[in-house]
């Protein structure tokens, strides 16, 4: 996620410039295991936990280009058992 997010953020930001994203219950719960995950492995990943719900939110609401990313994102890290699992999902 971090790696989509980071490369989408820029067009998420100017796309959605100005409006409010609802925060899904999904969006906080994988950035929040992603958080744990990076803290627990040691992980010098940049990473901001607030900032990956705002991106996820944004692009969970972007049906056309990469709601479905996300979507299979979010499965990925539920599926996961161990934390270098939930970072290797892309």
Do not use: Y
């Amino acid at each position: 996620m971090r790696v989509l997010l980071l490369g989408l953020i820029a067009v998420s930001v100017a796309t959605w410039t100005g409006c409010t994203e609802p925060r899904s219950t999904a969006c906080k719960e994988v950035c929040k295991r992603e958080a744990e995950c990076i803290d627990a492995t040691g992980s010098k990943l940049p990473f901001d936990e607030k900032e990956c719900i705002a991106a996820c939110a944004a692009l969970e609401h972007d049906v056309e280009n990469s709601a479905a990313k996300v979507q299979r994102h979010i499965a990925c890290v539920n599926q996961q058992t161990s934390c270098p699992a939930v970072l290797d999902c892309k």
